[in-house]
């Protein structure tokens, strides 16, 4: 029996990679602040799908709660990580207050960095693995802070799939465009753009089997990522300033 941990594991694309990753037959291990909601989610995964859930109650952006997760990385076999931690902010910089910029890059930088390099030992012993950064299309943008870290989470995923390539370790950079996790809804932005966790999901499943590099769910999403990625750099910046007007 596999084990996959899961950072962010009780909500959102977090929870639907934990359901999904279940229903194949993999063990559990998932992260997240909340213990009472730990307890909710393994007790619900444990009773439909008959696993072993374990649960790490940890704050990644606190270096005590990233040691604790290290710990289980290090002396467990797991064999597949899926770093999706991570929040935006309600403003832009540099509106926004400086603390709450740093403490957005610990989790979103620091924290899968910290993790990939605790996995990683362990896996290459083994000559087997799967790490998964979950980023997002602002990271294909010039779109702030965010999309500067998810920019760094897309670069840095493709620079380890080369790497660890040869250790029989897959990388994937999970990159999802506007997606319903249950967080505070956009009114600006029509419901047909928006997709479900679970296509998310499916799609990245779909990749890391393909052992592509970046994962792009939803048509219109794949669509949007190839026309910037070819836009010249102004126009990329207007595309991302209205995405930022529509956010």
Known sequence: MTTALITGGTSGIGAA??????????????????????????AGLRTRYGIRVDTL?????????????ED????SSIDILVNNAGHSLPTPYPRSTLADEEEMLDLLVR??????????????????????????????LPAGTYGAAKAWLIRFSESLRIDLAPHGIRVLAVCPGF????????????????LDVDQVVDQ??????????????GRHFKLYATVVRHAPRHLAARMARSRTRGS
Do not use: Y
Request: aromatic share 2%; charged share 20%; net charge positive.
């Open 17 to 42: 990679f934990a359901r999904r990753l279940a229903a194949d037959g993999h063990d559990l291990v998932l992260v997240a602040r909340s213990a009472d909601g730990l307890r909710q989610a393994a």
């Open 72 to 75: 289980r990385l290090r002396t």
């Open 111 to 140: 924290a899968p960095l910290r993790l990939t390099h605790a996995v990683i030992p362990g896996m290459t012993e083994r000559r087997r693995g799967a790490i998964l950064n979950i980023a997002s299309v602002a990271g294909l």
């Open 57 to 69: 109650t940890a704050d990644l952006v606190t270096p005590d709660g990233c040691a604790l997760v």
């Open 204 to 217: 990245a499943m779909k990749d890391l089997h393909r052992r592509r590099p970046v994962s792009v769910a």
């Open 179 to 194: 997606t319903r996790t249950g967080a505070a809804h956009i009114p600006s932005v029509p419901q047909w753009i928006w």
